[in-house]
């Protein structure tokens, strides 16, 4: 596609819920990233895919967070039980390469109630 | 750790005026990326200006452009001839070059205001 796609835009979900959000990266982007930007503060880290694998999910909060990225190229992330504390814009970037420029989505605002 | 702090949360300047947003960042590596985002209500992050820490020359795109300060960690953003459309949230970010991930460390951000 022409740029990252993420949906859905917006969901509202009630605590204990289970959430899913997906991500379309840039067609022939092996790299993608899960960023989570919470009120007033930048976005930190979740989880960085090479290809189908997660080489690096050190930023994933608890078990409670899962993503995965079956054939290479979209990406879900899920997030059971949900709580308050994870209401929170999730924005996921692609970028060519492993040292390419990343490309950002418009992101998935969760707020839970 | 490494870390970066914007200690500037809001700021605000004058159509047509030049205005300077504020970065610092720690780090005990010597090579890595810098970069300045801009976050419009969209919420998409949408990069500005990227700086190399092993060239020593400032980096400048149009109407944007840094001031570098490898010693002092320091990492700042000028913008020229403001224009209304430059209101946004700015966040400056950390990468390092190297090892197993690519991942950005973001500050807080600094919201800027463009008057009319």
């Known amino acids: 596609g022409a740029g990252v796609s993420q949906t859905p835009s917006n969901k509202v979900t009630e605590k204990g819920k289970y959430v899913e959000l997906r991500c379309d990266p840039i067609?022939?982007?092996?790299?993608l990233y899960w960023y989570r930007q919470s009120l007033g503060q930048g976005p930190e880290f979740l989880i960085y895919?090479?290809?189908?694998?997660?080489?690096?999910d050190s930023g994933l909060p608890n078990d409670r967070f899962f993503a995965v990225r079956p054939e290479g190229s979209v990406s879900t992330l899920k997030i059971q039980r949900t709580e308050r504390g994870d209401s929170a814009v999730y924005l996921c970037?692609?970028?060519?390469?492993?040292?390419?420029?990343?490309?950002f989505g418009e992101g998935s605002r969760l707020t839970v109630l | 750790a490494q870390t970066v702090t914007q200690s500037q949360p809001e700021m605000s300047v004058q159509e047509a005026e030049t205005v300077t947003l504020s970065c610092t960042y720690d780090?005990?590596?010597?090579?890595?990326?810098l970069f300045w985002y801009k976050q419009p209500p969209s919420r998409q992050m949408i990069l500005v200006i990227r700086q190399e820490a092993y060239k020593q020359q400032n980096a400048t795109e149009n109407r944007f452009s840094v001031n570098f300060q490898k010693a002092a960690k320091s990492f700042s953003l000028k913008i020229s001839d403001s224009q209304l459309g430059d209101a946004a949230m700015y966040f400056c970010a950390y990468r390092p070059i190297g090892g197993a991930t690519n991942k950005l460390i973001f500050g807080t951000g600094t919201l800027l205001a463009v008057q009319p």
């Open positions: 780090t005990s590596e010597s090579d890595y990326y």
């Open positions: 970037a692609s970028s060519r390469s492993f040292t390419g420029e990343l490309f």
């Open positions: 895919f090479q290809g189908t694998g997660a080489a690096d």
């Open positions: 067609s022939g982007h092996t790299a």
